[in-house]
């Protein structure tokens, strides 16, 4: 039972978990039991059973001689339908063998911690002074003498460029062909001269075998050699 589900222990069971006892009473005959044919434990009866309820309501009728008697070991009526499983005893490791065992003492690790530093305001750190202005606004006449000399992004580079003529004059010249200008796949192939015959086909190892095995199939009457 794990929790307040009942859980069935059959090796490789796809429905495992049932709430109740008799969910697993029924799951356990209909899932396992009843692929599992029970034999009658009678000697010299041969009935075989699929199902426990089967079994029972059989010795009601063919075995009432059986129901609620005591038996003992020498009673050779009943025979065991299968071997009993035998369990594995584990056996606790032994005592020592001394009567007082010795005293154990744990202490703490020390662990040092660093000293403690107290904390110190940092110093004052006087503002940057700026002035804020409207865009669309213009400046005040009477601002601080030393704010005209600021150019705002003063300090990034600036690019040098080269002093150029007014008229700039272009000359568009053809690119010369290279040396491999007829091997590029883009450009077009030379037709050789004079242009190869359509009618013509050369005799390889190939057709000569075809033709001698449609010759072949020809005096045999398979195909039509005239076509």
């Not at 075989?48 to 009526?77: C, G, M, P």
């Not at 005040?140 to 003063?154: K, Q, T, V």
């Not at 040098?160 to 062909?177: A, C, G, T, W």
């Not at 040396?179 to 037709?191: A, F, K, T, Y």
Request: charged letters at 25%.
């Amino acid at each position: 039972m794990d929790g307040l589900a009942y859980q069935c222990r059959y090796l490789k069971c796809a429905g495992r978990v049932h709430p109740t006892k008799d969910a697993l009473k029924a799951h356990v005959d209909l899932s396992h039991l009843s692929r599992l044919s029970i034999s009658c434990p009678v000697r010299d009866c041969e009935r075989v059973f699929s199902r426990a309820s089967q079994l029972e309501l059989h010795f009601e009728t063919d075995h009432k001689d059986l129901i609620n008697r005591r038996v003992t070991r020498a009673f050779d009526r009943l025979v065991a339908t299968a071997p009993p499983s035998q369990r594995i005893v584990t056996h606790p490791p032994p005592l020592p063998s001394q009567r007082e065992l010795p005293k154990w003492r744990f202490t703490i690790p020390l662990v040092s911690l660093p000293p403690h530093k107290p904390f110190n305001p940092l110093a004052p750190v006087e503002p940057i002074a700026r002035i804020w202005r409207r865009l669309d606004a213009p400046d005040e006449e009477n601002s601080d003498s030393n704010h005209h000399d600021i150019i705002p992004l003063g300090d990034l580079v600036r690019p040098l460029i080269p002093s150029q003529p007014k008229e700039l004059v272009y000359d568009v010249r053809k690119k010369p062909p290279s040396l491999n200008e007829n091997q590029r796949l883009s450009h077009p192939q030379s037709m050789p001269r004079p242009p190869p015959r359509n009618d013509f086909v050369p005799t390889t190892i190939g057709i000569s075998i075809f033709e001698r095995k449609f010759g072949e199939l020809a005096k045999d009457g398979v195909v039509n050699g005239e076509a």
